[in-house]
């Protein structure tokens, strides 16, 4: 069996969010809904964010979605995050979906897009970013 380290272009770090694709998650011609999809990346962008800034976030921005192959009822969806940039109070991060056949090995790549997450305090007002460490 190949392990995730092995596919080329499947992101090295394990996944923020990793689901079965079940029957309730499509559309009345039988295929998963985008929005279960962007829901399910939305889940892992937000906890790298919150990770991050150590705290409670608010997704603000979602930039350049595409889609590149279904998911299908039954497969297993990995979604994988990575911060790219983080200013005083906001947070962009890279969110990858990729999909797994339930009866095979055989991985792809379903879409990617980027998040925009504010960090935001018990007032819900924008906070400060504490420095890394």
């Known amino acids: ?22 029957p309730a998650d499509t559309n009345p011609a039988g295929d998963i809904f985008g929005g279960w999809l962007m829901a399910q990346m939305d889940l892992a962008a937000g906890n790298a964010a919150a990770r991050r800034a150590r705290g409670r976030c608010a997704t603000v921005a ?13 497969d297993e969806v990995s979604f994988y995050a990575a911060i790219e940039r983080v200013g005083r109070t906001s947070m962009v991060i890279r969110v990858e979906a990729w999909r797994r056949s339930r ?5 792809g790549r379903v879409t990617g897009a980027t998040f925009t997450f504010v960090a935001i305090g018990d007032d819900r007002r924008p906070r400060e970013i504490p420095p890394e460490g």
Do not use: C, N, W, Y
């Open 1 to 22: 069996m190949t392990s995730d380290s092995d596919i080329p272009g499947l992101p090295e770090a394990a996944p923020h969010v990793r689901v079965i694709a079940m």
């Open 62 to 74: 979602v930039d350049k979605m595409t889609f590149h192959q279904p998911v299908l009822v039954g």
């Open 103 to 107: 009866d095979a090995d055989e991985v």
